[in-house]
């Protein structure tokens, strides 16, 4: 009794190796997906945090520069300018001229 050609391929090792194969590509493409969408989401959050630095440095930037006008906000010298150009006051001894053709 001779084997023919189409009982070869039937045999059940055969069919089992293609199982196989497949069950790892569907595997391997899954495992793929979820790395591609952790990269994709990894991406996004070190834009957020990058952001958010910024965002930190830009608000260290104004308390550094409140604590300054903090400092300053006592010394005479800072008392006499804001009342001379927010409140319009001067010294007793000294004449205001003011710029008629400059609009405010």
């Given at each position: 009794?001779?084997?023919?050609?189409?009982?070869?391929?039937?045999?059940?090792?055969?069919?089992?190796?293609?199982?196989?194969?497949?069950?790892?590509?569907?595997?391997?493409?899954?495992?793929?997906?979820?790395?591609?969408?952790?990269?994709?989401?990894?991406?996004?959050?070190k834009?957020?945090?990058?952001?958010?630095?910024?965002?930190?440095?830009?608000?260290?930037?104004v308390?550094?520069?409140?604590?300054?006008?903090?400092?300053?906000?006592?010394?005479?010298?800072?008392?006499?300018?804001?009342a001379?150009?927010?409140?319009?006051?001067?010294?007793?001894?000294?004449?205001?001229?003011?710029?008629?053709?400059?609009?405010?």
């Amino acid at each position: 009794m001779r084997r023919t050609s189409s009982s070869k391929n039937k045999r059940p090792g055969n069919k089992n190796k293609k199982i196989k194969i497949v069950l790892i590509v569907v595997v391997l493409g899954y495992i793929s997906s979820i790395l591609i969408s952790q990269q994709i989401e990894i991406e996004g959050r070190k834009q957020a945090l990058a952001k958010i630095e910024e965002q930190i440095a830009q608000q260290q930037q104004v308390k550094e520069e409140l604590e300054q006008k903090m400092e300053l906000a006592g010394s005479p010298e800072y008392l006499e300018k804001i009342a001379r150009e927010q409140l319009g006051f001067a010294r007793p001894d000294e004449i205001i001229f003011y710029d008629a053709t400059q609009k405010k």
